[in-house]
């Protein structure tokens, strides 16, 4: 899948979705986020630069939907670059995404090389990312419950400057993280249209009598 085919995907930076049902006696609501890098938490824009060295790891910019980046160092990981820095590739949606480079160095020391974790503040369903690179590359993603026990893999190889998706889901909400690695050896690729669904479930004083 090109991203010029797939360039329709939602613009949306941040879409938040809730819905509800009452089954006997518990209420659940399904939540789902999307993440383009192109504005932060709040919805304001990021005017994120095209070069490493003027940017820093992306970290708790998204700390406030219950998602955080982290990279294999406390400084290094994947940054949020305009696509302006001759990847081979555009972004999936709006103008930036998340960018790595084994041969850079960032604005304040650190790399931005994988392997990159993302985390949750509350266990998920389900997340899905698309990756590219201007070469042909192949991802890996691993997902990970709350005890760090491996939950399952999913690998993808994409063709040069093309997307590829990337995406787990859970019979039970039991994802607490996930590691994306560019496993072929490529250098610079590239990160775009994260989205993920949470389910919580409350229990209201209902009188069921």
Not at 58 to 81: D, E, H, K, R
Not at 88 to 99: D, H, P, R, Y
Request: net charge negative.
């Amino acid at each position: 899948m090109s991203f010029m085919a797939t360039s329709s995907v939602m613009k949306l930076s941040i879409a938040t979705i809730s819905t509800a049902f009452i089954t006997l006696g518990t209420i659940s609501t399904a939540q789902a986020a999307l993440i383009n890098f192109d504005t932060d938490a709040n919805g304001n824009p990021i005017n994120a630069s095209s070069l490493f060295i003027e940017s820093t790891a992306l970290t708790n910019l998204y700390a406030p939907l219950g998602v955080n980046f982290s990279g294999p160092g406390q400084l290094s990981g994947g940054s949020i670059l305009d696509q302006l820095g001759n990847f081979g590739v555009n972004a999936l949606s709006g103008s930036n995404f998340l960018a790595f480079n084994r041969d850079a160095i960032l604005s304040n020391g650190g790399l931005p090389t994988d392997p990159e974790t993302i985390s949750f503040a509350d266990s998920i369903s389900d997340f899905s990312i698309f990756a590219s690179a201007g070469e042909s590359s192949t991802f890996q993603l691993q997902a990970f419950d709350i005890n760090n026990l491996l939950l399952g893999t999913n690998t993808i190889t994409t063709a040069f400057g093309e997307w590829g998706e990337l995406s787990f889901s859970s019979s039970s909400v039991n994802i607490s993280q996930v590691i994306l690695t560019e496993i072929r050896g490529e250098n610079a690729f590239v990160y775009d249209n994260l989205s993920l669904h949470l389910q919580v479930s409350q229990f209201p004083n209902l009188d069921l009598c």
